[in-house]
């Protein structure tokens, strides 16, 4: 099992945050804004702040994506939201 642990400045353009792979990934994502009400979302290629998953400041979440899939985040402040980004691959 590879664990692959970084972190993102997220600002107001889309940046890739999980690379495909040809196995199940497991990730675990945390907005590590604790100062302000940074919000971070996440989907796809074309995630915006009107069809991403909302991820609040100091919240954590896990998902699984599927083999060939990538995730992509955006923030809703140009002075950018620390992401902090574990991805498992079995």
Do not use: C
Not at 35 to 62: E, F, K, M
Request: hydrophobic share 40%; net charge negative.
């Amino acid at each position: 099992m590879a664990v692959v642990s970084t972190h993102f400045e997220v600002g107001t353009s889309a940046v890739k945050i999980v690379e495909p792979s040809a196995s199940m990934q497991h990730i675990i994502l945390h907005n590590h804004e604790h100062s302000s009400s940074r919000n971070i979302y996440v989907n796809g290629q074309s995630v915006t702040l009107n069809n991403g998953l909302h991820l609040p400041d100091t919240n954590t979440i896990q998902l699984d994506i599927y083999p060939g899939d990538d995730l992509w985040a955006i923030s809703d402040t140009a002075d950018g939201a620390t992401l902090h980004v574990m991805v498992i691959r079995n």
